[in-house]
């Protein structure tokens, strides 16, 4: 087998920056790669301010830094990053795409790499089917913000086997996250928990009982470190929506998952969140995403 000391990151939004940014804070060499000209290079600079405010902070040392950037080159296409042992694909949260672009990166990678995927909702064992080894693929479910969050679940799919379960969760750890591992289940662990908390919010905005502000100052009184609605921002509405529409599918339609109204409009007028500056908040242009 490659070992897994080359890593290809594929999708540079929220998340993919934020496991590169860990990958290569673990001493990865690290290969960014987006299919929108430009992006992979736009999100190593975001990352460089970010790291910036870090060092500024002394929450990092200046060489750390320095190091963790040059471990992490952006590529134009992926047939540069071909050494890579391991590939994690962040991009869009559609089947037909993450089933595409790996079926690309069999090709290019070849028989003994790892194929992971961020997917927070479709089914690993769906993803894989039709591939030529479906055995090493397996999902690797990061939190946002990446850096923060250290939970990481290892999703195996019907094929996925025991070696590369074991290699990627030996790798979380090494990256010092909490890897706990899940089966293919329709939102895995957490975003099967997690989706009755985003409907509730979202029940109450279209029933008008409550206002964004209200919702999240009563959670945080609460004792949550975020409440629904900023955290809708932080996620992405485009994306948030794309998981309970996966859920919701996977579960035969099963009412409890069922999508919102308001959230689907907030997607349809581009309001996506802080990414896209507007989403139940306004954020000013550049605002920082949390990091560490
Ligand atoms: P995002 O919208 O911020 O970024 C996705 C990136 O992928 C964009 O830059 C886009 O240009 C690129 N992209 C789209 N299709 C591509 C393709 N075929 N090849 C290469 N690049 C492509 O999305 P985000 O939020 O980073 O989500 C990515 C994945 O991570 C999704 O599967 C999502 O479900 C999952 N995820 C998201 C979390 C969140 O809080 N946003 C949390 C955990 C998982």
Redesign the pocket.
Known sequence: MKTLDDVLV?????????IAQVAAEAGHRVFL????EG?AAQ?RDTLAAQLDQLVAKGRRSRAAADATLGLLTPVAQLRDAACAGLAI??????LE??R??LAELEGLLGDDAILA??????SITKIAAGLRRPERVVGM????PVPLMRLVEVVRGLQTSDEVVRRVTEMAVAWGKTPVTALSTPGFIV?RIARPYYAEALMLLQERAAAPEALDACLRAAGFRMGPCELMD???H???F??TTSVFEANFFDRRFTPSLVQRELVDGGL?GR?SGRGFYRYPEGAPAPTA
């Open positions: 594929i999708g540079a939004g929220v998340m993919g920056i934020g790669f987006d299919a929108r992006a999100a694909e962040a991009i869009v949260e559609k795409a993450k595409g672009l995927s961020n997917t927070s909702s479709i479910h990061f939190f946002n975003n932080l996620i992405g485009d994306t948030n794309s998981v996506l990414k």
